[in-house]
């Protein structure tokens, strides 16, 4: 199984409440905190009335959020990270992720489409088949919702069938080719007619000992998937894991596109812009040049291959947290504004870096809800926080053809969805 291992306590006094944190293998970090569903309106942080002009302007643009996660609460038990006591322990659903987004049309001209599921580390193994029996699971829960046939107090309904763009399972890469096509034969047998919505895998690396993604068969994997038409979603981590995991990825990827033809290279598309540590930063606020040049120069190197897409996500895990609302649910509406302004600007100079590498058609917008809850303010703000940092972002340097590029079609082209 995996191992849980808790990283640092951090005090934030002057908003009453603290969060230990651990990683996990979900791809984020978790807290400790007990969130509170803030009770207050929100508003876009720093939007100023040229902003509200200029986002009438546009027309509506549509979201396809590429990172979500989603669990029953009558599955919690066999999630890999989420003991009891966690904060994102319990069920998290397609009604709780609406909650979280439902201002997005007051605040803005974006209307969000849908999204795409991402596997939420269920606990497995690869000594024997039965090591994937969670992970085949968990297509039994997402079929459920995709197919809009929820089980009693699932929270989700046929009415919300349709944002389900597609879904990245788990897949036991380290066990090779072989073993990958078995897999899929028994996610065919049990995804019905939601198989065509299953469009990508995830392995995450980030917590595995060095070399497991540079292994014949890990790589084979890769190529198998390659030649299948699905998405690789990588998830390695700068910060805490080590900066010689973007190392072995590029040599990973370097290996699996190895004389293949362009449509044979498997996509491969990272996650939370590989985890940097956006929390290291000099006097004037700027990012500490160490961490951000080694980061900015791996960057470089994985959009130099074709086919390699990145996601806008996570970012709540490696800068600062925002606080969570304490117990009367409201710390005011001003502080949150000025503290997401304060993401932006920190995160500003990691977001422009990916944007000169990877150009404007290779980058996705991720919430990572329900992660980003921790570290993102609660429920009630957290995916509008983060979506208020990449709005700003896209607003100041993408062209409005760009955003839309940003917002939605880099996701469906990059993991071949429908349009
Ligand atoms: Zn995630």
Avoid at 185 to 201: C, I, S, W, Y
Avoid at 350 to 379: H, I, K, Q, Y
Wanted: charged share 25%; aromatic share 10%.
């Amino acid at each position: 199984m995996h191992a849980v291992v808790p990283q640092a306590v951090m005090w934030w006094t002057e908003f009453r409440f603290n969060v230990g944190y651990l990683r996990d293998d979900v791809g984020d970090r978790q807290g400790f905190a007990v969130l509170g569903i803030p009770r207050v309106q929100f508003r876009p942080a720093g939007g100023s009335s040229k902003q509200g002009r200029k986002a009438s302007f546009l027309s509506s643009m549509e979201i396809v959020d590429a990172h979500i996660h989603l669990y029953p609460g009558t599955e919690v038990e066999s999630l890999a990270w989420c003991a009891e006591g966690h904060p994102l322990h319990g069920q998290h659903s397609v009604e709780d992720y609406l909650e979280a987004t439902k201002d997005l049309c007051t605040v803005s001209s974006h209307k969000l489409r849908g999204f795409i599921f991402i596997e939420t580390d269920r606990k497995s193994h690869l000594e024997t088949e039965a090591g994937w029996d969670e992970p085949l699971r968990e297509l039994d829960w997402i079929r459920r919702v995709a197919d809009g046939r929820p089980r009693p107090g699932e929270g989700h309904t046929s009415q919300h069938a349709h944002m389900c763009l597609g879904v990245v399972l788990w897949a036991p890469l380290p066990s090779g080719a072989e073993a990958m096509q078995r897999y899929m034969d028994r996610v065919q047998a049990r995804a019905g007619m939601m198989l065509p919505l299953v469009k990508g895998f995830r392995y995450l690396v980030q917590d595995k000992p060095p070399g497991t993604m540079l292994t014949a068969s890990f790589v084979d994997s890769l190529r198998w998937m390659g030649r299948s038409g699905f998405a690789f979603d990588l998830g390695v981590d700068a910060r805490s894991g080590g900066i010689w995991q973007l190392e072995e990825a590029i040599e990973m990827i370097e290996r699996a596109h190895d004389g293949l033809p362009n449509d044979k290279k498997v996509t491969v598309v990272i996650n939370h812009m590989c985890k940097p540590d956006m929390r290291s930063r000099d006097q004037d606020g700027n990012p500490a040049t160490e961490p951000f040049t080694a980061w900015k120069t791996h960057m470089a190197r994985l959009a130099s291959f074709s086919n390699v897409y990145m996601k806008l996500s996570g970012g709540f895990s490696e800068t600062d947290p925002l606080p969570s609302a304490g117990e009367q649910g409201d710390w005011g509406s001003q502080v949150r504004d000025d503290l997401v302004k304060r993401t932006r600007e920190w995160s500003g100079s990691w977001l422009g870096e990916m944007l000169t590498a990877f150009g404007p058609r290779r980058l996705l917008f991720g919430s990572d809800w329900c992660v980003c809850n921790v570290g993102g303010g609660g429920n009630g703000v957290s995916w509008m926080n983060w979506w208020s940092v990449v709005d700003g972002f896209a607003k100041d340097n993408l062209t409005e053809e760009d955003q839309a590029n940003l917002w939605s079609d880099n996701a469906l082209r990059a993991y071949r969805c429908a349009r």
